[in-house]
């Protein structure tokens, strides 16, 4: 069972989690990952505006799903992002896997966070409280931890 | 269609060039991007201006991720955009 | 912020996981594990019993909650294990960790999981369809992944 | 209080032996754990049996996991059990 939305609503975290631990009898894990707009960094940041390519973005992420679910043999999936303008605090993305052992839903729900920050068609504009915005630049420390799942020795 | 392509452009290439899409004709059936990026540019100084000043232009065509290499041809939605920031 | 709870009531993961995202505003991650009763593996798995050596074992779950926290430089971290009786699909653990980062959530949560399972004085009861009952024996890969975070070189 | 110790089991151990706690006197003032289980064992057919079956039997001397070598010493709370399963 595989679930990827692209939303503007806020996600409830308690239901996803309650339907992906019922998917089936056999689930004894399951891992969440939920990222957040951060603040509290003394920059002044006010809100996040996700901007996406309709289309491509359900498309990769439904790429990225499919390919966690049979590399970590999930019995469940679900990826959630949100996009439009979002303030400090409010939740952005919802990664959650449903595994019959943890190993597997704890490094599946690492690798689609990972592959997810490079691999799917997000852009983030920061605006701050003086009025600037500016586009967030990419980073290449995630360009590393994406690229790190090419080695299967880390399965 | 026949002969043309759609181009799409994100994030700050798009908010630069202050437009998000646009059609243009192809000058040959199919051509690769590269081809069709020159093409553009020697159009267009706004737009070379802004592909000149952002080294690491990601390429997508028929959302999927392309390089500079693969061809376009009629019909085709290619899309141009910074490196993705998502999650 | 420290939450660490053994009960025999089940837990609200979505409550949990509110909570921690709203730890303080430099949140940028949350990272989650949850434990259920695994079935549907053909053995007529009923119920386990989830016994615990009161006293010894809220410290000992304090003790990983604040190494994790230390270690990984969390925000927030929630460790509660059930005991008593439980049925297939019951939820067993929860473990949930808040930082800045996404890495040290994630890092942080499969650590607390790892190390509970044989760090921490908890023993299992399986009880079957069919009238058997038997004590779940240690796993030498449950020991192996605990041990593997004596090895710094994992942060 | 003096001179004796709580003994407590735990888990399968527990339900091996049919109790869950005793108290019993120190030979000495204060004593090896090995030393304390080879004179339960020696005062105890079920318990000795039940050690001998059971390679793998952790320690904790007043909560907190401890080894055989460990002292053990008047008003301590000592428990025995198999090898934990939590998660």
């Known amino acids: 069972m595989i679930r990827v939305q692209v939303q503007q609503d806020e996600f409830d975290m308690g239901a996803e989690m309650a339907a992906l631990s019922r998917i089936s009898g056999a689930v004894g894990g399951m891992s969440v990952f939920m990222g957040q707009v951060r ?86 504009l920061e605006r701050f409280t003086d009025g600037r915005s500016h586009w967030v630049d990419a980073r290449e420390t995630d360009d590393a931890a994406a690229a790190a799942w090419d080695d299967p020795s880390k399965d | 269609m026949q002969g043309r392509v759609t181009i799409l452009y994100f994030a700050s290439l798009r908010e ?42 990601r390429v997508a065509i028929n959302q999927e991720l392309a390089s500079f290499q693969d061809t376009v041809k009629a019909g085709d939605e290619v899309a141009f955009f910074p490196p993705m920031t998502g999650g």
């Open chain 1, 39 to 124: 603040g509290n960094q003394g920059d002044g940041l006010e809100s996040l505006t996700l901007e996406h390519y309709p289309g491509m973005t359900e498309k990769m992420l439904m790429g990225l799903a499919e390919e966690a679910f049979s590399r970590f043999h999930l019995l469940g999936c679900t990826v959630i992002h949100r996009v439009g303008i979002m303030y400090v605090g409010d939740p952005i993305v919802f990664v959650g896997t449903a595994a019959s052992h943890r190993a597997a839903a704890l490094q599946a729900t690492a690798f689609l966070i990972d592959r997810l920050k490079t691999g799917a068609p997000f852009w983030k």
């Open chain 2, 16 to 57: 630069q060039l202050g437009r998000e899409c646009e059609d243009v004709s192809l000058t040959d059936g199919q051509v690769p991007v590269q081809t069709l990026v020159s093409d553009l540019r020697s159009r267009d100084k706004a737009l070379d201006g802004v592909f000149a000043a952002m080294p690491r232009i």
